[in-house]
C-alpha cells in the first residue's frame, strides 16, 4: 500500500507530518529517522480497527 505523506519542519525544530487520506493521522519527530519510526506507527495505529466493536458494522 503506498500512501501520500506530507512532511514539515517544525518552527520549533525537528519535524511533523500528517497522512492526509486518513484523518487524524499525523505524528512528529526530532529527528527525520525518529519521524520516519513515528509515522510507520501512527499509520498502523489509525489502520487497526476492530471491526467486530465497530458501531458502523451493519
Do not use: R
Amino acid at each position: 500500500m503506498k500512501l501520500k505523506v506530507v512532511i514539515h519542519e517544525a518552527e520549533e525544530g525537528g519535524y511533523w507530518a500528517e497522512v492526509p487520506s486518513i484523518a487524524g493521522c499525523a505524528t512528529q519527530g526530532d529527528t527525520f529517522e525518529e519521524l520516519l519510526e513515528n509515522i510507520y506507527e501512527a499509520i498502523e495505529g489509525c489502520l487497526s480497527v476492530d471491526v467486530d466493536n465497530c458501531p458502523l458494522k451493519p
